[in-house]
């Protein structure tokens, strides 16, 4: 009995041991799925060189926030600039959301490899979503209905989509269907032979083709120097100006190894 | 209760137990009850409070918006500014994949119950019901992943000629039986032996004819039909009946068996051949049984989120035309699931609230089905027990 006990004893030590040292080292990131990759890649460097655990949830931006503002997170990951909104909601709970641009990402539009159409203008688009153009026809393509694909609500993707191509007041049709991911949207484009979907531009991959928005393509340089119509900042949130761990982690995109990072993941330095 | 304690006694007066002991035992015996009725009751509380709480949060909607919008209007733009909450499109997307899914998994779930129950010997269905169930045990979001890895890009590719092997083989059987039956029942009026034959033979041949014309007809048609996107109601119907499946085959099942061998004994002893007893004896005997097994299944359906939110492909609209299977639409359940995260306290309350208003409509719907399956399942009893 005292045998068992001992060893419930040591059982209760160990856990709360381990729960100590991990309140103590341990980031907590959530947020955007988009910059989902840069954080994970930045997590893995991180702890390997300082041995600091760093847990990196991927739940859309809008949790990002929302878990930035509940204190359950210690850095938002968002590929939106947060909104009005929810910097009165956190200042309400005593959080100072401060914003440190990690990288610019260009939203590429997808078609599937089959597809002819080249290049599209924003009007174009923003009509396709809107449910006037619904036939490939009308944009040069085949005889195909239009298989419109969007994000779901809680993702930056598809706030930036919206506000970068298709502009306020206007709403994307009820047809369009609504995706968990840009990993999701991929596969879908790529096996969707009439689909049109948006993805951020280090996603891109040979599975799907790339066409031109008003004539430009998402480019590390048309995305740096502005021409690419449809490309947007990528966000780390801190309560507050970083200090300590986080100031490094938070950092790490003006470090040479962050800047290599970044460019390997298709993402373009800022 | 005062008898009771004295019969206690006197039981246990037979043996030699101390007084000491026996009020252990007694309050042992409390103990161990209250414990048992805590846990019971437990249960009840935690219905009553998800009840409670999924409608305190849900009311605040109805107070904001009323009721109009939300039952009549499709346009579900909740992030938008202003917001607006139409949910037609996504109750009758959430009704349609349930009536899909229970199309095919009710009939397909109670012949193989039969089949397992009546027909197949014994050694055989003690392996066949578990492999069955197991499928009960494959998690959703797998289920969900095969519907949009593999399913989807099946139907879009393949969509048409799939359409037309499952029509020819799920419906001709159907057919061919339909011929036989209704070439009988013409017929049986004619007394004459001879004549009645060759009537039959006639009417077969003719029917057979008729009914093979209509089943090329209607394969060709479905054969040429192009699926233009593969995750669609169709997609997530035949998913959520192979998960609905296993509940009602298991259920029915234990229906059928529970109607016992004396009723079947004695239906054969009348001189009925086995197809008259499953059909006029046991299946009737066993119908509660096989009812509350397929609105177990139904609930699962209609419950069912992650194959929703992964392969019905999520668009808030009512098909066009009203019984298209192919197109996309969006259930409650994967519009909870998907909308949850951004609703907390971003933009305002009724964006929240609506959520929570959906879950109160499919609790209601659940609660009422499940209360209606138990009303027939009592008077169905009552009326086998011949009260």
Same mark, same amino acid.
């Given at each position: 009995?005292?045998?068992?006990?001992?060893?419930?004893?040591?059982?209760?030590?160990?856990?709360?041991?381990?729960?100590?040292?991990?309140?103590?080292?341990?980031?907590?990131?959530?947020?955007?799925?988009?910059?989902?990759?840069?954080?994970?890649?930045?997590?893995?460097?991180?702890?390997?060189?300082?041995?600091?655990?760093?847990?990196?949830?991927?739940?859309?931006?809008?949790?990002?926030?929302?878990?930035?503002?509940?204190?359950?997170?210690?850095?938002?990951?968002?590929?939106?600039?947060?909104?009005?909104?929810?910097?009165?909601?956190?200042? /309400?709970?005593?959080?100072?959301?401060?914003?440190?641009?990690?990288?610019?990402?260009?939203?590429?539009?997808?078609?599937?490899?089959?597809?002819?159409?080249?290049?599209?203008?924003?009007?174009?688009?923003?009509?396709?979503?809107?449910?006037?153009?619904?036939?490939?026809?009308?944009?040069?393509?085949?005889?195909?209905?239009?298989?419109?694909?969007?994000?779901?609500?809680?993702?930056?993707?598809?706030?930036?989509?919206?506000?970068?191509?298709?502009?306020?007041?206007?709403?994307?049709?009820?047809?369009?269907?609504?995706?968990?991911?840009?990993?999701?949207?991929?596969?879908?484009?790529?096996?969707?032979?009439?689909?049109?979907?948006?993805?951020?531009?280090?996603?891109?991959?040979?599975?799907?083709?790339?066409?031109?928005?008003?004539?430009?393509?998402?480019?590390?340089?048309?995305?740096?120097?502005?021409?690419?119509?449809?490309?947007?900042?990528?966000?780390?949130?801190?309560?507050?100006?970083?200090?300590?761990?986080?100031?490094?982690?938070?950092?790490?995109?003006?470090?040479?190894?962050?800047?290599?990072?970044?460019?390997?993941?298709?993402?373009?330095?800022? | 209760?005062?008898?009771?304690?004295?019969?206690?006694?006197?039981?246990?007066?037979?043996?030699?137990?101390?007084?000491?002991?026996?009020?252990?035992?007694?309050?042992?015996?409390?103990?161990? =009850?209250?414990?048992?009725?805590?846990?019971?009751?437990?249960?009840?509380?935690?219905?009553?409070?998800?009840?409670?709480?999924?409608?305190?949060?849900?009311?605040?909607?109805? /107070?904001?918006?009323?009721?109009?919008?939300?039952?009549?209007?499709?346009?579900?733009?909740?992030?938008?500014?202003?917001?607006?909450?139409?949910?037609?499109?996504?109750?009758?997307?959430?009704?349609?994949?349930?009536?899909?899914?229970? &199309?095919?998994?009710?009939?397909?779930?109670?012949?193989?119950?039969?089949?397992?129950?009546?027909?197949?010997?014994?050694?055989?269905?003690?392996?066949?019901?578990?492999?069955?169930?197991?499928?009960?045990?494959?998690?959703?979001?797998?289920?969900?992943?095969?519907?949009?890895?593999?399913?989807?890009?099946?139907? /879009?590719?393949?969509?048409?000629?799939?359409?037309?092997?499952?029509?020819?083989?799920?419906?001709?059987?159907?057919?061919?039986?339909?011929?036989?039956?209704?070439?009988?029942?013409?017929?049986?009026?004619?007394?004459?032996?001879?004549?009645? /034959?060759?009537?039959?033979i006639f009417l077969l041949i003719l029917f057979?004819?008729?009914?093979?014309?209509?089943?090329?007809?209607?394969?060709?048609?479905?054969?040429?039909?192009?699926?233009?996107?593969?995750?669609?109601?169709?997609?997530?119907s035949i998913i959520l009946s192979f998960m609905?499946?296993?509940?009602?085959?298991?259920?029915?099942?234990?229906?059928?068996?529970?109607?016992?061998?004396?009723?079947?004994?004695?239906?054969?002893?009348?001189?009925?051949?086995?197809?008259?007893?499953?059909?006029?004896?046991?299946?009737?005997?066993?119908?509660?049984?096989? &009812?509350?097994?397929?609105?177990?299944?139904?609930?699962?359906?209609?419950?069912?989120?992650?194959?929703?939110?992964?392969?019905?492909?999520?668009?808030?609209?009512?098909?066009?035309?009203?019984?298209?299977?192919?197109?996309?639409?969006?259930?409650?359940t994967a519009t909870i699931a998907g909308d949850?995260?951004?609703?907390?306290?971003?933009?305002?309350?009724?964006?929240?609230?609506?959520?929570?208003?959906?879950?109160?409509?499919?609790?209601?719907?659940?609660?009422?089905?499940?209360?209606?399956? =138990?009303?027939?399942?009592?008077?169905?009893?009552?009326?086998?027990?011949?009260?």
């Amino acid at each position: 009995m005292i045998k068992k006990i001992s060893l419930f004893v040591v059982f209760l030590a160990v856990i709360l041991s381990m729960t100590a040292s991990a309140a103590v080292t341990t980031l907590v990131l959530d947020g955007s799925t988009t910059v989902g990759p840069i954080a994970k890649t930045f997590a893995a460097y991180f702890t390997k060189k300082y041995g600091v655990r760093v847990n990196v949830s991927e739940s859309g931006s809008g949790n990002g926030a929302k878990s930035l503002i509940n204190g359950s997170c210690t850095i938002a990951t968002m590929s939106r600039a947060m909104k009005a909104a929810e910097i009165a909601a956190a200042r /309400q709970k005593g959080v100072n959301p401060v914003a440190t641009v990690v990288a610019l990402d260009g939203l590429a539009m997808v078609v599937h490899p089959a597809n002819p159409v080249r290049s599209l203008t924003k009007a174009q688009i923003s009509s396709i979503y809107c449910g006037t153009i619904t036939n490939w026809r009308d944009v040069g393509g085949p005889n195909a209905r239009i298989v419109v694909l969007q994000r779901e609500s809680n993702s930056g993707t598809e706030e930036s989509f919206k506000e970068l191509v298709i502009g306020k007041g206007v709403q994307i049709t009820g047809s369009a269907e609504t995706q968990s991911s840009n990993g999701s949207v991929k596969s879908r484009v790529s096996s969707t032979l009439s689909a049109i979907g948006f993805l951020g531009h280090g996603f891109v991959d040979g599975s799907v083709k790339v066409i031109a928005v008003n004539g430009v393509f998402p480019t590390v340089a048309t995305v740096k120097n502005g021409t690419y119509p449809v490309s947007r900042p990528l966000y780390f949130y801190t309560n507050g100006q970083p200090a300590g761990l986080v100031k490094q982690f938070v950092d790490l995109p003006n470090s040479a190894d962050g800047k290599r990072m970044i460019t390997e993941l298709g993402f373009i330095n800022r | 209760m005062a008898g009771e304690s004295g019969g206690e006694c006197n039981r246990t007066n037979a043996f030699v137990v101390s007084a000491r002991k026996r009020t252990m035992q007694k309050v042992a015996k409390k103990a161990g =009850e209250s414990m048992l009725f805590a846990v019971a009751s437990f249960v009840a509380v935690i219905v009553l409070f998800i009840f409670y709480f999924v409608a305190r949060d849900a009311f605040p909607f109805f /107070q904001i918006r009323g009721f109009t919008e939300f039952f009549t209007s499709s346009n579900w733009y909740p992030a938008d500014d202003p917001g607006e909450f139409g949910a037609l499109a996504i109750i009758y997307g959430s009704l349609m994949v349930t009536l899909g899914s229970a &199309l095919i998994a009710v009939p397909m779930g109670v012949a193989a119950a039969i089949c397992l129950s009546d027909i197949l010997p014994f050694s055989i269905r003690q392996y066949a019901k578990p492999v069955i169930e197991m499928l009960a045990a494959i998690p959703s979001v797998a289920f969900g992943f095969f519907a949009l890895v593999v399913l989807a890009p099946l139907l /879009q590719n393949n969509g048409g000629p799939m359409l037309m092997w499952a029509w020819w083989i799920l419906v001709s059987p159907f057919v061919l039986l339909a011929v036989i039956v209704l070439s009988d029942l013409l017929t049986a009026k004619i007394i004459e032996p001879k004549r009645r /034959q060759q009537m039959h033979i006639f009417l077969l041949i003719l029917f057979s004819f008729l009914s093979i014309f209509l089943l090329f007809k209607v394969g060709t048609v479905l054969y040429g039909i192009q699926i233009l996107t593969g995750t669609n109601a169709l997609n997530v119907s035949i998913i959520l009946s192979f998960m609905a499946l296993p509940t009602i085959v298991s259920v029915s099942e234990d229906a059928l068996q529970a109607v016992g061998r004396d009723i079947r004994e004695g239906s054969y002893a009348l001189g009925a051949t086995r197809a008259e007893t499953i059909l006029k004896t046991v299946l009737p005997a066993g119908s509660s049984g096989i &009812l509350a097994a397929v609105i177990l299944g139904i609930m699962r359906a209609l419950g069912e989120t992650m194959v929703v939110w992964m392969a019905s492909g999520n668009s808030s609209q009512i098909p066009e035309p009203w019984f298209n299977y192919l197109q996309s639409i969006r259930t409650l359940t994967a519009t909870i699931a998907g909308d949850m995260g951004e609703a907390d306290q971003v933009t305002g309350s009724a964006r929240f609230h609506v959520l929570f208003a959906m879950g109160l409509l499919l609790l209601i719907i659940s609660f009422v089905s499940n209360l209606i399956s =138990e009303r027939i399942v009592v008077r169905q009893r009552k009326i086998l027990s011949g009260q």
